[in-house]
């Protein structure tokens, strides 16, 4: 098993910054992603970033050269900073963590409102 835990999110204006973050705990993969997905009202839920321990990084198309992600595999966290945001970006971010060898589990946090409007 593994709970993640996320932080961060919250009202931010257009044009602003905002970082969230996903604590993992439990029994952790050798091999593994964390990241985020979003899903907004009426919308699918779409990939924001990803991370792997091992080091790459994938971004949604929307998100690119705004959204940074990064890591601390010594605390199992990762760390979104989103930068330059639009009212687009408003939706409920969920935490993802994908153990990429067997057992090859899945899980997901809680989700964390993240609202881009003046």
């Known amino acids: 098993q593994v709970q993640l835990v996320e932080s961060g999110g919250g009202l931010v204006q257009p044009g602003g910054s905002l970082g969230i973050s996903c604590a993992a705990s439990?029994?952790?993969?050798?091999?593994?992603?964390m990241g985020w997905y979003r899903q907004a009202p009426g919308k699918e839920r779409e990939l924001v970033a990803n991370?792997?321990?091992?080091?790459?990084?994938n971004y949604g198309d929307s998100v690119k050269g705004r959204f940074t992600i990064s890591r601390d595999n010594v605390d199992n966290m990762a760390y979104l900073q989103m930068n330059s945001l639009t009212p687009e970006d408003s939706a409920v971010y969920y935490c993802?963590?994908?153990?990429?060898?067997?057992?090859?589990?899945?899980?997901w946090g809680q989700g964390t409102q993240v609202t881009v409007s003046s």
């Open positions: 993802n963590y994908r153990a990429l060898i067997r057992p090859f589990e899945e899980y």
């Open positions: 991370i792997f321990n091992s080091g790459p990084t």
């Open positions: 439990g029994t952790i993969s050798r091999l593994y992603s």
